[in-house]
């Protein structure tokens, strides 16, 4: 980072407080009255894809939980902590799962490239390509295989989702909660609902029966 960006960026946060102080007076000092998001984020680090901003939302709307790949790891402390806090305790009511075309994550797992420190995440995501690998294997024009591996991605991280200890908690005890899995266009700016949406356990048996028959 240069010294002129790192200057420019706090300058940018004075102006920002600014103009937010001239529309709202009151903005911040409401905002840190505390924050009842009715919906947690989990999504891709990429710096392309901000949650907010996709979907409209202001501070105080939205839960994020950011990863490279948009992954549902379950030994991974750091984002069942987020989980077990969004659900839990501000009792959000949807979980959206969103990846987005292009995702470098992604397009690396379907390689045999080393990257560094990062191949034993991607490990997760080459676990995937294995579990559908007759379907992606036959889909011969290499951007629509990459681009139906994230989908699959995002779906096969919904699945996991549901299957955690603090979904299944939720569910149990009659809390209204449903899991969404989306993708982004980075050349568009639109979102697509994959249509893998679960609001209890029923739903996520169907799922798995699904992939039985």
């Not at 409401?30 to 009715?38: H, I, N, T, V």
């Not at 470098?104 to 390689?111: D, F, L, P, R």
């Not at 390509?129 to 889909?139: A, K, P, T």
Request: hydrophobic share 40%; charged share 25%.
């Amino acid at each position: 980072m240069s010294t002129d960006f790192y200057k420019q960026i706090l300058e940018n946060n004075k102006e920002w407080v600014e103009r937010t102080l001239e529309k709202d007076p009151e903005y911040f000092k409401d905002l840190a009255k505390g924050q009842q998001p009715p919906l947690l984020w989990i999504g891709c680090s990429d710096s392309r894809v901000p949650a907010n901003e996709i979907i409209g939302a202001k501070p105080g709307e939205v839960f994020v939980h950011r990863n490279i790949a948009n992954m549902v790891i379950h030994s991974d402390m750091n984002m069942l902590s987020v989980l077990d806090y969004a659900v839990n305790v501000l009792k959000v009511k949807h979980v959206i799962v969103c990846g987005h075309y292009g995702c470098g994550g992604v397009k690396a797992a379907m390689g045999n490239a080393s990257i560094g420190i990062i191949d034993n995440w991607i490990r997760h995501i080459k676990d995937i390509y294995r579990l559908h690998h007759s379907y992606l294997d036959s889909i011969m024009d290499e951007t629509e295989r990459f681009n139906k591996f994230v989908e699959l991605n995002v779906k096969e991280q919904v699945f996991d989702l549901a299957k955690t200890s603090i979904v299944q908690g939720a569910w149990k005890a009659g809390q209204q909660l449903t899991l969404h899995g989306w993708v982004y266009g980075l050349n568009s700016g639109y979102v697509t609902d994959l249509d893998v949406n679960l609001s209890s356990e029923k739903d996520l048996n169907l799922v798995d029966q699904l992939a039985l028959d």
